[in-house]
């Protein structure tokens, strides 16, 4: 079964909602956080052990048999995303000094995070589980990534208005 080349595009989900969020507050992007809301030490080390699943599970995949791996094309996409936007998180990590580079570094891990979740429904789906059972089990996984995501997304509009009443 092959997928549907929109599913490739599904990663990209948090940089459009993100994008979205900095439009929207364009003004408050610019602005300098300080040093101790920058939190780069505890991003880090999140970041550190996702990239490290991500790493194992396309190196994983990588390795196996060619029949299989032609079978596998979209959680091995999956995990390749997710690998790539979490050193592309923890490199902006690095030198984020504005609330727009804040955000961005926040979509790239929210891209690794549900490539991940993406590799393990397609894994599911790739897999002879009963219909009932993946889409449960679809539900759950991705029910719950968007349920974070959203709530996110929401913390942070009310923060940046809260800002922007305050320093209008």
Known sequence: MTANPA?????????VTRLVLCLRWRKQMAV??????????????????LAGFSF???????VLDSAVRVGL???TWYV???FVSLVGAL?????????????????????????LMLALVALLFSASFGCAFQW??????????LADHLKRLSLDNKYLAALTRRNP
């Open 136 to 145: 449960i089990a679809t539900a759950v996984t991705l029910g719950s990534w």
């Open 80 to 82: 390749l995303a997710s």
């Open 32 to 49: 300098q956080l300080p040093e101790e809301a920058q939190e780069r030490d505890i991003q880090r080390t999140f970041i550190f052990s």
């Open 91 to 115: 490199n902006v990590q690095s030198y984020k000094s504005s609330r727009w580079q804040n955000q961005f570094a926040t979509a790239l891990l929210e891209v690794g995070t549900l490539s």
């Open 73 to 75: 094309q979209l959680p």
């Open 56 to 62: 194992t599970a396309v190196a994983g995949l990588a």
């Open 7 to 15: 599913a490739y595009l599904l990663p990209a989900i948090p940089l």
